[in-house]
């Protein structure tokens, strides 16, 4: 019979590595989102500013959400794929 503590350091162990996937990606998309969101108030606020820089930003937080959801999809076919047994 596993003791408890032993249960609750496989069970931190196992929650750390899926904490851990993805982890670049969610940076990336993080700073995307903060570059999209300057250069949409870049094109928004400053009068010589081109107008591609609001579709640009636009496009820029899409794709940072699109690496958010990403992470969020390949977590989830992990936890399917290797669910957390304690007997194991």
Known sequence: ???????????????DTIRSLGRRE??????ACLLGALLLIWGRTVVGAP???????LVTIAAGWL?????IVRRTRYVRAHPFDPQS
């Open 51 to 57: 107008q591609w820089a609001v579709v640009a930003g």
């Open 26 to 31: 969610r940076g990336i998309g993080f700073a």
């Open 1 to 15: 019979m596993i003791d408890d503590s032993a249960l609750n350091t496989r069970r931190a162990a196992y929650a």
């Open 67 to 71: 690496l958010f959801a990403y992470v």
